[in-house]
């Protein structure tokens, strides 16, 4: 029998939605192991005054097996 935890992490990227949660990712990969998905629970953008999008936001939840 295995037992999963869930914790839940916020990325962003200047560059699109994909690269927000690969370095989420990335990040949480550094100090947890056995990383098995991750669900976007949320995506967000920041904007400058005329509307164009100058950063991407991304909470993640992230599933990994405890030891």
Do not use: C, P, Y
């Not at 200047?14 to 949660?21: G, I, Q, R």
């Not at 947890?32 to 967000?44: L, M």
């Amino acid at each position: 029998m295995s037992v999963a935890k869930i914790i839940e992490v916020s990325a962003s990227s200047k560059t699109s939605v994909e690269d927000a949660v690969r370095t989420g990712l990335k990040k949480v990969a550094g100090t947890v192991k056995g990383i098995q998905g991750a669900w976007v629970n949320e995506t967000k953008v920041v904007t400058d005054g005329d509307g164009n999008i100058t950063e991407w936001r991304v909470n993640l939840r992230i599933t990994f097996l405890v030891q």
